[in-house]
Nanobody, 126 residues
Framework: QVKLVESGGGLVQPGRSLRLSCAVF????????IGWFRQAPGKEREGVSC????????HYADSVKGRFTISRDFASKTVYLQMNSLEVEDTAVYYC???????????????????WGLGTQVTVSS
């Protein structure tokens, strides 16, 4: 069975860093693209970053570009989201998601997502 498990969320001060992990089960990282989404209270779930399963190419939302970095480790079957220079506006529940290995990251969104993790809370506050 395919399963995605997020971890690494917590409370951090603005300007600090946090690294989220998405452990995957039931497939290898070249089989699915992995995207990170977030949903803040009263907001729609939005794509944050994505890494393709085919070639590992990456994509970032404009709001996080230059601050967040997505990466993957095949040995541990884990996808990471390194979040630097965190802002209060980054506060949300962060979800990792699996989509088709090709094309998903070009327009990754909720309808085309195949599998979801349960989410991890990230709170940025002084």
């Amino acid at each position: 069975q395919v399963k995605l498990v997020e971890s690494g969320g917590g409370l951090v001060q603005p300007g600090r860093s946090l690294r989220l992990s998405c452990a995957v089960f039931g497939f290898t990282l070249d089989y699915y693209a992995i995207g990170w989404f977030r949903q803040a209270p009263g907001k729609e779930r939005e794509g944050v970053s994505c890494i393709s399963g085919s070639d590992g190419s990456t994509h970032y939302a404009d709001s996080v570009k230059g601050r967040f970095t997505i990466s993957r480790d095949f040995a541990s079957k884990t996808v990471y989201l390194q979040m630097n220079s965190l802002e209060v506006e980054d506060t949300a529940v962060y979800y990792c998601a699996a989509g088709p290995p090709v094309d998903y990251c070009s327009t990754f969104n909720v309808p085309t997502t195949r599998h979801w993790g349960l989410g991890t809370q990230v709170t940025v506050s002084s």
